[in-house]
């Protein structure tokens, strides 16, 4: 349902608000002790008023139901992809509201989705949440979504395809990542600071756009990968979606039954992502059939470093790992979901049987 904001000054933008649960509607039920979804998006929405300040002349909800975002799936983010898409044209801003366990991953797969449409259309879709329960004292769900509904009708906004707006600070979702499982300020962006902050009631914006594409930014894709990933649905990613991630580390190992049940894999290894000449050997006999995603198990940096020790790309390379191509500045999570993609739409092709 459109919801028709009384016409008090200039016409502004239609909003679409997606919601599919998350920390941001919950509250202990008394009865079982349990946390449960209980606030409704009326109970956290600014006044008219407020949102017509913004500049926002009507709005509407789409419920997607999902409650935890440890519930997320592939179908649900395709499930919010057609909303946004279904929407283009007719709303100028988007704002997902969402649990915070999994938010960076559903912005990152959006921005994978949707970003180039978005920017196309001149639209931002943020994306928001909660660290904080609704009936605990700071909490921060009524804040958070009302700088996102700012932030969507920003202007500039609408050159960065999906944000991520929390705690005052607005991160690209292609480099946004939770830091912390617990604080308000979880979320930063892995490379420099965020792209805007809110400021005495006010978006700031610090970058005029984002990273060209031909560009040395932390996301490269060319036209084709876009147009293959637009093309993307639910029944399509579903069978590539075990893609494992393991961490090594000091006699680090990768046992052979998981290879064996994945349909791809992503090693966070030490430094520039560096593996023993052991895990080397026994991961290189895999990668005829099994794609290996090497990056580095680091906060922040690149998955190799020709610079400084030169060979390191050709060293992993040449045994078949993937290294470029999209993944150097990659985090494990972000390498994963890139990985689904790129296997989905045909882009990587194993030959495992």
């Given at each position: 349902?459109?919801?028709?904001?009384?016409?008090?000054?200039?016409?502004?933008?239609?909003?679409?608000?997606?919601?599919?649960?998350?920390?941001?509607?919950?509250?202990?039920?008394?009865?079982?002790?349990?946390?449960?979804?209980?606030?409704?998006?009326?109970?956290?929405?600014?006044?008219?008023?407020?949102?017509?300040?913004?500049?926002?002349?009507?709005?509407?909800?789409?419920?997607?139901?999902?409650?935890?975002?440890?519930?997320?799936?592939?179908?649900?983010?395709?499930?919010?992809?057609?909303?946004?898409?279904?929407?283009?044209?007719?709303?100028?801003?988007?704002?997902?509201?969402?649990?915070?366990?999994?938010?960076?991953?559903?912005?990152?797969?959006?921005?994978?989705?949707?970003?180039?449409?978005?920017?196309?259309?001149?639209?931002?879709?943020?994306?928001?949440?909660?660290?904080?329960?609704?009936d605990v004292e700071g909490y921060d769900g009524?804040?958070?979504?009302q700088q996102a509904i700012q932030v969507s009708?920003?202007?500039?906004?609408?050159?960065?395809?999906?944000?991520?707006?929390?705690?005052?600070?607005?991160?690209?979702?292609?480099?946004?990542?939770?830091?912390?499982?617990q604080l308000l300020g979880s979320f930063a962006?892995?490379?420099?600071?965020?792209?805007?902050?809110?400021?005495?009631?006010?978006?700031?914006?610090?970058?005029?756009?984002?990273?060209?594409?031909?560009?040395?930014?932390?996301?490269?894709?060319?036209?084709?990968?876009?147009?293959?990933?637009?093309?993307?649905?639910?029944?399509?990613?579903?069978?590539?979606?075990?893609?494992?991630?393991?961490?090594?580390?000091?006699?680090?190992?990768?046992?052979?039954?998981?290879?064996?049940?994945?349909?791809?894999?992503?090693?966070?290894?030490?430094?520039?992502?560096?593996?023993?000449?052991?895990?080397?050997?026994?991961?290189?006999?895999?990668?005829?059939?099994?794609?290996?995603?090497?990056?580095?198990?680091?906060?922040?940096?690149?998955?190799?470093?020709?610079?400084?020790?030169?060979?390191?790309?050709?060293?992993?390379?040449?045994?078949?790992?993937?290294?470029?191509?999209?993944?150097?500045?990659?985090?494990?999570?972000?390498?994963?979901?890139?990985?689904?993609?790129?296997?989905?739409?045909?882009?990587?092709?194993?030959?495992?049987?």
């Open positions: 349902m459109r919801n028709a904001i009384a016409e008090l000054g200039p016409p502004g933008r239609s909003l679409a608000l997606i919601t599919t649960g998350g920390t941001i509607f919950q509250r202990v039920d008394p009865a079982t002790g349990s946390m449960a979804i209980a606030a409704s998006l009326e109970d956290i929405l600014p006044e008219a008023s407020w949102l017509r300040s913004a500049g926002v002349a009507s709005w509407e909800h789409v419920d997607l139901a999902v409650r935890s975002g440890a519930e997320l799936t592939f179908p649900t983010i395709f499930r919010a992809r057609d909303a946004v898409r279904s929407r283009l044209g007719a709303c100028g801003a988007f704002v997902l509201v969402t649990g915070t366990d999994t938010l960076e991953e559903f912005a990152f797969v959006l921005e994978l989705l949707l970003g180039a449409e978005l920017v196309a259309s001149g639209a931002a879709l943020v994306v928001t949440g909660a660290m904080k329960p609704f009524r804040a958070n979504l009708c920003s202007v500039p906004a609408a050159r960065f395809g999906v944000l991520v707006a929390l705690n005052d600070a607005v991160h690209m979702a292609r480099a946004v990542v939770k830091r912390d499982s962006s892995r490379t420099g600071g965020p792209v805007a902050q809110v400021r005495s009631g006010r978006v700031c914006w610090y970058a005029g756009s984002p990273p060209a594409e031909d560009g040395d930014g932390p996301l490269l894709l060319n036209a084709e990968e876009r147009a293959a990933f637009a093309a993307l649905d639910a029944a399509a990613v579903e069978p590539w979606t075990r893609v494992g991630i393991w961490t090594t580390g000091v006699a680090g190992f990768v046992p052979e039954g998981l290879l064996r049940e994945v349909v791809g894999l992503v090693v966070a290894a030490p430094g520039t992502g560096s593996l023993s000449t052991a895990l080397t050997e026994a991961l290189a006999a895999w990668t005829a059939r099994l794609p290996i995603v090497l990056v580095s198990r680091c906060g922040v940096g690149l998955n190799y470093d020709d610079a400084y020790y030169r060979g390191s790309l050709d060293k992993y390379t040449a045994r078949g790992f993937l290294v470029a191509g999209g993944f150097e500045h990659l985090s494990a999570v972000q390498a994963r979901n890139l990985l689904i993609l790129r296997l989905a739409a045909g882009q990587i092709r194993p030959s495992k049987t």
